[in-house]
T-cell receptor
Framework: AQSVTQLDSHVSVSEGTPVLLRCNYS??????LFWYVQHPNKGLQLLLK??????LVKGINGFEAEFKKSETSFHLTKPSAHMSDAAEYFC?????????????FGTGTRLLVSP | DGGITQSPKYLFRKEGQNVTLSCEQN?????MYWYRQDPGQGLRLIYY???????QKGDIAEGYSVSREKKESFPLTVTSAQKNPTAFYLC???????????????FGEGSRLTVL
C-alpha cells in the first residue's frame, strides 16, 4: 500500500526567499511521485513528476524536487518565491505491480507568500 | 482549447434531493475520474472509468453513482443516500489508467456543492 505525508500544513515565506515543501512517502513498490498545485477554487495542475528516471526533477514555474530513496522523501523546492506561487500544493504517490495505479494524495501544504 | 469542463461551478441542494454534476472532456482521454475534496484533506477517489460503459468504485463510492455512455462525458450523481455531501468535487481525465503511474491527470475547475 502507498501513503504520503506532507509534513507542514502551512508554510509562510517572503517574496524572493527560497521555498521548501516537505513530503515523505511509503510504498511497497518502486513509486511514481508527483507534485500538483491548486489555486483557490480551481482544479489541480501538475508541477512535476518522478518516474524512476533522474532523481532530480525539474518542473514548471521554477520548481524542482529530489527523489531520495534512502530518506523516502520527495521535497519540493524553489530558489525564489513569487507572489503568484501562493497556492495549495499536493504530494502524490502511485505505484504497484499490477492493475489500476491509484494515486494517493497528501493532505496538502498551503504556501503563503508575503511581499 | 482542449480541457475538462465541469458544471455547475456552484450548486445548492436541499436535503433529500439528488443532484448531478456534469463533466465533459475534449482531450480524447480514455480514463476519467471523480474526486471529492474536503478542507484539510487530500483528494479522495469516488469513481473512475477506463472506457465507455465501464466504471469502478473508488474509496468512497457510497451515496454516489456515475455513468459513462460517451467517451467525453462522465456525470456524477450525488444521491440522498450520501450523508455528508457538502464538498468540492473534482473531475479529472488521463490518457490511460497509468499502469506505471506515469500518467498525468488533467483536472476540471471543480463544482462546489452545498447542502442546505
Amino acid at each position: 500500500a502507498q501513503s504520503v505525508t506532507q509534513l507542514d500544513s502551512h508554510v509562510s515565506v517572503s517574496e524572493g526567499t527560497p521555498v521548501l515543501l516537505r513530503c515523505n512517502y511509503s510504498s511497497s513498490y518502486s513509486p511514481s511521485l508527483f507534485w500538483y498545485v491548486q489555486h483557490p477554487n480551481k482544479g489541480l495542475q501538475l508541477l512535476l513528476k518522478y518516474t524512476s528516471a533522474a532523481t532530480l526533477v525539474k518542473g514548471i514555474n521554477g520548481f524542482e524536487a529530489e527523489f531520495k530513496k534512502s530518506e523516502t522523501s520527495f521535497h519540493l523546492t524553489k530558489p525564489s518565491a513569487h507572489m503568484s506561487d501562493a497556492a495549495e500544493y499536493f504530494c502524490v504517490v502511485s505505484g504497484g505491480n499490477t492493475g489500476f495505479q491509484k494515486l494517493v494524495f497528501g493532505t496538502g501544504t498551503r504556501l503563503l507568500v508575503s511581499p | 482549447d482542449g480541457g475538462i469542463t465541469q458544471s455547475p461551478k456552484y450548486l445548492f441542494r436541499k436535503e433529500g434531493q439528488n443532484v448531478t454534476l456534469s463533466c465533459e472532456q475534449n482531450l480524447n482521454h480514455d480514463a476519467m475520474y471523480w474526486y471529492r475534496q474536503d478542507p484539510g484533506q487530500g483528494l479522495r477517489l469516488i469513481y473512475y472509468s477506463q472506457i465507455v460503459n465501464d466504471f469502478q468504485k473508488g474509496d468512497i463510492a457510497e451515496g454516489y453513482s456515475v455513468s459513462r455512455e460517451k467517451k467525453e462525458s462522465f456525470p456524477l450523481t450525488v444521491t440522498s443516500a450520501q450523508k455528508n455531501p457538502t464538498a468540492f468535487y473534482l473531475c479529472a481525465s488521463s490518457q490511460g489508467l497509468a499502469r506505471e503511474g506515469t500518467g498525468e491527470l488533467f483536472f476540471g475547475e471543480g463544482s462546489r456543492l452545498t447542502v442546505l
